[in-house]
């Protein structure tokens, strides 16, 4: 009775063997059933860079938290992604793919600046999650925003697990990004909150 091959699991299908047709009379060949691979994960940064980040220095706070994040992402052989949106513009910055063992001279390129399209970016972020959703077994959201921005997102349904990273560092807080995880229905945290390296 030949054994098992590669990308078989260590479990008989007994259902498939009984039902073989070269097992009617007598067992002769064991079906297994199908290993199960580990799925890929994907990190996703959703990350504002308008004018409102560039007070306090709470930017380059959120770039050594987002930097921690892909360093994970590495670590774990994970999938990682980021597109920020600022000047009235959302942006690409890494493509869906390996995560990187540094991102440094890529988070050099971005200007920060302007207002800030929460909306669209959200909007973006979900357009590119739900094509990935065949190629990826999970996904994380991770949008780092102060939460400043008039732009209404009642309607915006995200697809994966999502996590909202306040980068509010103003004494006087709005608290928007608070509001925002709920209406969203995500996960809420501030970046004083989160230790890195």
Not at 99 to 107: G, Q, Y
Not at 122 to 151: H, I, M, N, W
Request: glycine content about 6%.
């Amino acid at each position: 009775m030949p054994g098992r091959v590669a990308d078989q699991s260590a479990r008989v299908n007994w259902f498939a063997t009984l039902s073989h047709q070269e097992n009617h009379a007598q067992i002769k060949r064991l079906i297994y059933h199908p290993q199960k691979l580990p799925g890929k994960h994907l990190d996703f940064v959703l990350l504002d860079t308008s004018s409102s980040t560039l007070s306090n220095n709470a930017l380059t706070s959120t770039l050594g938290i987002v930097k921690s994040l892909c360093s994970s992402a590495y670590t774990k052989r994970n999938h990682f992604a980021l597109t920020h949106f600022g000047n009235n513009n959302v942006l690409s910055l890494i493509n869906p793919r390996r995560a990187p063992k540094h991102i440094e001279k890529d988070l050099l390129k971005i200007k920060a600046g302007g207002g800030t399209p929460l909306r669209k970016g959200l909007l973006t972020a979900c357009k590119t999650l739900s094509k990935l959703q065949k190629e990826y077994s999970s996904q994380t959201l991770y949008v780092f925003t102060d939460g400043r921005s008039r732009e209404s997102v009642d309607d915006v349904t995200l697809p994966c697990k999502t996590v909202i990273i306040d980068t509010e560092k103003n004494t006087i807080a709005l608290g928007k990004c608070k509001q925002l995880a709920t209406r969203l229905n995500a996960a809420y945290i501030h970046m004083n909150e989160i230790s890195h390296d």
